[in-house]
RNA sequence: GGCCACGUAGCCAAGUGGUAAGGCAGAGGUCUGCAAAACCUCCAUCGUGGGUUCGAUUCCCACCGUGGCCUCCA
């Protein structure tokens, strides 16, 4: 049983190819996205990810959908604790503090949030039923300890990273991950769950005390908050594989109930002068940084989302600035009187605003068309009284304010 | 090696099967005591080679180049 299809065509990761969008319930979407690990300050690459799904929530409520959306907060974790330790924090302080920092610039850039933040570290429980299930089904299998998933059992893993089992053991692999690899069935298998004393990161369990592995928390909440199968899934597009790979297999074996997720969407890579955007690199631009330089929310998200999602994205202080003058047009126009009364032309940018949208969330596209709304409007080709409500409106579906509070 | 994208003027960048928005920079001009600001004007045949077509920058193929992911990372 499934809803009815909507006008939406998206371009699914696990397919490599735009399909219609069929939501499992009618006019409802049950979205998940992969959200953050608070042992640091968030920077314009998570902003842009939210930002996104914000604006996919935005536009499915738009058209009447009810979606429900979720999104974790990783909390147990290797960095979590290494972070803490040096901080001299607790875990639960460190989230507590960085989580905070996130939803102040996620409401500055006015981010609904999420229906549901479930946290790693409030769902063990759900982790460690999922790996029994495993166990049992014999997808998984427990060593001093340390319970792996076994690979060979299925023949789904790798489909995201496009690969079969073979040619993911031609996955280049510089460096090795922090796993036991002598205790492997085979080496590519991961880990479910490992030993740990660490405070703050150790939890009882059938094996011992011990953590979870670096996947199973996403499949336990989506479980927890969503059910067995969703219709969207979304995160960076470095979650692809082998984060999101894991997540599929140790799901769809554990429940039974496939696909796990009907749409996979991946984000492009935000990057500054040409190299990714990330932590390690410490290249970051920050949300708040560029706010107190008196960039403006709705700039700031006409940038982020003036870039088809899926590519990546080159953050250039000349690019964001321009992005302002265009915030600044928008506004202007929202103020503006209009022309006299025109009988409905801003009709057909309404029409070509939702074509984008269902056209695989092209807000570039939809930013254009909103664009030549306020250069009617300014222009007195467009009635006010009937552009100007189009114009807010339509902004508000991409999360613009427009000069108006709220 | 696999996957995903990108390659448009000095730079950033939009876009379309019928000879290409906009912004920055630059040049010229209006204005001004000078300058600034503002405004006006000027500045590209769209990576290379094929193919499809009456016609391609836009579709297809190949190639070259760039980047991202494939390893904790949104």
């Given at each position: ?7 939406l065509?998206?371009?699914n990761?696990l397919?490599g190819?735009k ?5 499992l319930?009618?006019r409802?979407?049950?979205?998940y996205v992969?959200g953050?690990?608070?042992y640091d300050?968030?920077?314009l ?5 939210f930002?996104?799904f914000?604006t ?5 409520e738009?058209?009447a959908?009810?979606?429900?959306h ?12 290494r ?5 001299g ?13 996130y ?5 500055a850039?006015?981010v609904q949030?999420?229906?549901l933040?479930p946290?790693a570290?409030e769902?063990?429980d759900?982790?460690?039923a999922?790996?029994?299930?495993l ?16 690979t060979a059992?299925?023949p ?13 053991r ?8 922090q ?16 030993p740990?004393e660490q ?8 094996w011992?005390r ?7 928390e ?5 479980h ?17 594989y082998?984060?999101h790979?894991s997540e599929?297999?140790q ?5 039974g ?9 991946h ?7 040409g ?9 970051l ?8 330089r008196g ?17 990546q994205?080159d ?17 202007r126009?929202a ?5 006299p009364p025109?009988r409905?032309?801003?009709?057909p940018?309404r029409?070509?605003?939702t074509a984008?949208?269902?056209?695989g969330?092209?807000?570039?596209r ?5 664009l030549?709304?306020a250069d009617?409007?300014?222009r007195q080709?467009?009635a006010?009284?009937t552009?100007?409500p ?9 999360g613009?304010r427009l000069?108006r509070?709220g």
């Amino acid at each position: 049983m499934r809803g009815a299809p909507t006008l939406l065509e998206v371009y699914n990761s696990l397919s490599g190819r735009k399909e219609e969008f069929w939501p499992l319930e009618d006019r409802v979407v049950r979205m998940y996205v992969c959200g953050i690990t608070p042992y640091d300050v968030g920077h314009l690459g998570h902003a842009r990810v939210f930002v996104f799904f914000d604006t996919v929530r935005r536009y499915f409520e738009f058209n009447a959908y009810r979606v429900r959306h979720v999104q974790n907060i990783t909390d147990v974790d290797d960095d979590m604790v290494r972070v803490s330790q040096r901080l001299g924090l607790t875990i639960a302080e460190l989230t507590e503090r960085n989580q905070q920092l996130y939803l102040q610039e996620m409401d500055a850039l006015n981010v609904q949030r999420p229906d549901l933040f479930p946290k790693a570290s409030e769902h063990i429980d759900g982790m460690i039923a999922l790996v029994q299930a495993l166990l049992r089904s014999g997808h998984a299998y427990g060593v001093d300890g340390y319970v792996f998933f076994d690979t060979a059992t299925t023949p789904r893993f790798g489909a995201l990273a496009g690969h079969d089992r073979e040619g993911l053991r031609h996955v280049r692999n510089d460096s090795m991950p922090q796993e036991p690899e002598e205790l492997k069935r085979d080496a590519l298998d991961f880990l479910l769950w490992q030993p740990s004393e660490q405070a703050g990161a150790a939890f009882d369990s059938p094996w011992g005390r011990g953590r979870p592995g670096w996947h199973i928390e996403c499949s336990a909440m989506v479980h927890a908050a969503l059910g067995d199968r969703i219709d969207i899934h979304g995160g960076g597009s470095d979650l692809r594989y082998p984060h999101h790979d894991s997540e599929i297999v140790q799901s769809e074996c554990a429940t039974g109930a496939a696909p796990y997720v009907s749409l996979w969407m991946h984000i492009g890579t935000e990057l500054l002068e040409g190299v990714k955007m990330s932590k390690s690199l410490g290249n970051l631009v920050k949300v708040s940084e560029l706010l107190v330089r008196g960039h403006t929310p709705d700039g700031i998200r006409l940038y982020l989302l003036g870039t088809p999602y899926r590519e990546q994205q080159d953050f250039s202080p000349a690019a964001l600035s321009q992005w302002e003058q265009r915030a600044a047009t928008l506004a202007r126009a929202a103020a503006a009187a209009g022309g006299p009364p025109d009988r409905l032309r801003v009709q057909p940018l309404r029409n070509e605003f939702t074509a984008a949208m269902d056209d695989g969330f092209d807000t570039p596209r939809a930013i254009a068309a909103l664009l030549r709304i306020a250069d009617g409007v300014e222009r007195q080709r467009l009635a006010g009284e009937t552009a100007v409500p189009a114009l807010l409106e339509l902004a508000g579906v991409l999360g613009l304010r427009l000069g108006r509070e709220g």
